[in-house]
């Protein structure tokens, strides 16, 4: 809910250097650089500060599975979830970002003009306009009017439900069924067609195998209707639980913004604008976070890339200087267990001549000593041997793929993985091994060993 408004130092109106509409990822990042540079800001928010991610999105979800891993009840689990998210509030807080020198307000923006706003009657002109509405729910028209759950709601279900309906097949979903399945709960999950449908199916088939043999029915059928508590799946069947739990995705609701008075386009996928963030047309207004819809590369709904779209936006707008989102696939983790984690692209997205190494974890041996040697690393490699992609589906996947993200960034080639000297025994040496095994065919072919040879001969 919304706290007290803030109110400007000017009643009649602020003109500002930047204007953030929307206190989740994107707009804090934003307007804690702009204010901490000094420059006038104004950060614009209707509900809660901090947004999705801390209130009903990454921070509750990950502290689920956390506390299920501790063996902990629902009711525990939700009391973990109360106090992660009052711990982390204070750097999300009004106070905090008025003690930099932003004036924030509670209420819902709306343009007037290209440059101008309106908040609940306070008028706003601003150099810079930035839309961080972040996004929402998307609810097939077969649930509307249904009830349901949604990731903004099922925190605060009263029981463990006896059996949860999940429809969707992204990482929410499994996330989700993942955590209720350790709970105790019966789940269900309507995965659609192809489950994880973005990631690398060698690598989501152990992630999928390892639910099931915790439980959890994934189906990889389409719903195509709903009745409360039931869903209709595409094969005629019916599956009915507690609850169902809509995880279909989300989409940018900009119905509050009037962009029509700044010319500013839109569609379900959020506000459409170039590499740099602007939106299309408009030199002054930019949106990042969720609601970003890049030309050429659609939304990409990560907390982490809401930071990366404010240093694009940064560079571009308060130092002028250059600046693009890359087209490399961001980095993303789902948050099972065994986790996945990828980086770039998959072996089917690359281009010809392209090839895959893998490296299993049955064959790493702070895997076998651990007891578990679920997983895989995979990495994808062009025609230059240079690394264009990774995956890795294990225990500790999404801490192990900041190696590959950082190679991927810095355009490296497969060499510079074989040869590091990594500590022993980790399940890092996975991908070292991998590479390794690329490098060693061509030093063990026969040419290389008649060298050898012939060197050996020499005094």
Not at 157 to 186: C, Q, R, W, Y
Not at 340 to 360: D, N, V, Y
Request: net charge positive; charged share 20%.
């Amino acid at each position: 809910m919304a706290g007290p408004r803030t109110p400007p130092s000017d009643r009649h109106g602020l003109n500002v250097f930047a204007a953030v509409i929307g206190a989740g990822a994107a707009g804090l990042s934003v307007a804690y650089a702009t204010a901490r540079l000094g420059l006038p800001t104004v950060l614009i928010e209707r509900g809660a500060m901090g947004g999705e991610c801390l209130n009903t999105g990454c921070i509750p979800s990950k502290t689920l599975l956390a506390a299920t891993r501790r063996g902990q009840t629902w009711q525990q689990a939700q009391a973990h979830i109360k106090a992660a998210i009052a711990a982390i509030a204070p750097m999300d807080s009004e106070s905090r970002y008025t003690a930099l020198g932003a004036t924030v307000l509670r209420g819902t923006a709306r343009f007037t003009a290209p440059t101008t706003l309106d908040v609940d009657g306070y008028k706003i002109t601003a150099k810079r306009i930035i839309i961080a509405i972040g996004s929402r729910p998307k609810i097939p028209d077969f649930c509307a009017g249904l009830p349901h759950l949604t990731n903004e709601t099922i925190w605060d279900l009263p029981n463990l439900p006896k059996h949860l309906v999940i429809l969707g097949g992204g990482p929410m979903a499994f996330e989700m069924a993942d955590a209720f399945s350790t709970l105790g709960a019966k789940v269900t999950v309507a995965a659609g067609e192809t489950p994880l449908a973005r990631e690398d199916p060698e690598l989501t088939a152990p992630l999928i195998a390892a639910l099931r043999v915790r439980g959890v029915e994934v189906l990889p059928l389409r719903a195509t209707g709903a009745e409360p508590g039931t869903l209709f799946l595409q094969d005629g069947r019916k599956i009915s639980g507690d609850h169902i739990l809509v995880a279909a995705g989300r989409t940018a609701d900009v119905s509050t913004l009037n962009l029509a008075a700044a010319g500013i386009e839109s569609d379900a996928n959020g506000i459409k604008t170039d590499l740099s963030l602007r939106a299309l047309g408009h030199k002054n207004v930019f949106a990042v976070g969720d609601c970003a819809n890049p030309q050429g590369i659609g939304p990409q709904r990560f907390t982490h890339i809401a930071g990366s779209h404010a240093g694009i936006f940064l560079r571009q707008a308060v130092f002028r200087l250059p600046a693009k989102l890359p087209r490399t696939l961001p980095v993303r983790v789902t948050y099972t267990a065994p986790e996945l984690a990828q980086i770039g692209c998959t072996l089917a997205e690359a281009g010809e001549k392209s090839r895959a190494l893998t490296w299993h974890f049955s064959e790493n041996d702070r895997a076998i000593a651990e007891g578990d040697t679920t997983g895989l690393i995979k990495l994808v490699i062009d025609k230059n041997a240079r690394l264009i992609g990774a995956g890795i589906v294990g225990p500790g996947a999404g801490e192990m793929i900041s190696l590959y993200a950082l190679a991927i960034a810095e355009r490296k080639k497969l060499a510079a993985i074989a040869s590091l000297t990594l500590p022993y025994p980790t399940r890092g040496e996975a991908g070292k091994r991998a590479a390794g095994a690329f490098y060693a065919a061509k030093l063990f072919a026969p040419g290389p060993s008649r060298v050898a040879r012939i060197l050996a001969r020499l005094p």
